[in-house]
């Protein structure tokens, strides 16, 4: 994928989720592939290193949506404890190792902390072939330093995803390393895209992506968590005022996406001469809250750039 100055910005929404599958029993070796898997990733098998909330999150997502049959999937976690629940929960294969699970895999999703990237990379490097594709969605880790650890022209994304990805309403940023085709990419989109929405960009924005849609709910669950607890103060049952919060911070974000307007035109159109929300928006002026949530995602973008290093 080719950088230019002017970042091309690409966004879609994932399908919404159908009935479960049948249960196929779990196999420990390379498994065949259901008929009632279509589409993109037919054929193709899945394996899912380190599947600890986010990988989890994305085989659900892959099963639920059946944009992948359960028998397509093998995944690997840190603790047979946390392996077994997931054989058990999803009914999939679970390797009792890495190099097991990467072997007879066509896509390699690495879902582990930054901290350990490199650790993993050197245990799988070995195996891994240019015919297979290598999804990162590991914060701060550039596709250049996943390549300069396999030494071979293993096509690499890189994707950031966030936690609304566990109701399939996730946000997810993806690009692409040097030797990945524009075909990897939407491989990888389209994994995501069962689980919310995507976006391709281009590198350099990665670390911005980290701040502001992966860092972004904890900082709206603070506003959603302020605006009930101002509708506690004037009287309102603290269910009801956390409910009207929530609906009214989600409606408000269907409204921006799917009019296509700028949200300074939205906001103007609630506000009426002289009323009540313009009193309400005086006090968000005066108490800083536009330049507080600006320096919460630079400060965050900052940080997402060390986390490699802890």
Known sequence: MSTSSQTKVLSRVGASAPKPLPTPKPAPTRAPVSPKSSGPLAGLHIAVIGAGKIGETLIQGLVDSRVVHRTQLIATTSNRDHSQA????????VAPANMVAVKTADIVLLCVKPQ???????????????????????????????????????????????????????????????????????????????????????????????????????FLYIVIEALAEGGVKVGLPRDVATELASQTMLGSARMVLETHEHPAKLKDAVTTPAGCTMDGILQLEEGGLRVTLIKAIVEATRRATELLHG
């Open 86 to 93: 997931l054989a058990r929960k999803f009914h999939i294969r």
């Open 116 to 218: 350990v990237m490199s650790e993993v990379l050197n245990e799988i490097r070995p195996i891994l072939e240019p015919r297979q594709l290598l999804i990162s969605v590991a914060a701060a880790v550039s596709t250049a330093y996943i390549e300069r650890i396999l030494e071979k022209p293993v096509p690499v994304v890189r994707c950031m995803p966030n936690t609304p990805c566990l109701i399939r309403a996730g946000m997810t940023g993806l690009c692409a390393g040097k030797h990945a085709t524009a075909a990897n990419v939407e491989t990888a989109r389209t994994i995501f895209d069962s689980v919310g929405r995507t976006v391709v960009l281009d590198e350099r924005h990665m670390d911005a992506v980290t701040g502001l849609s992966a860092s972004g709910p904890a």
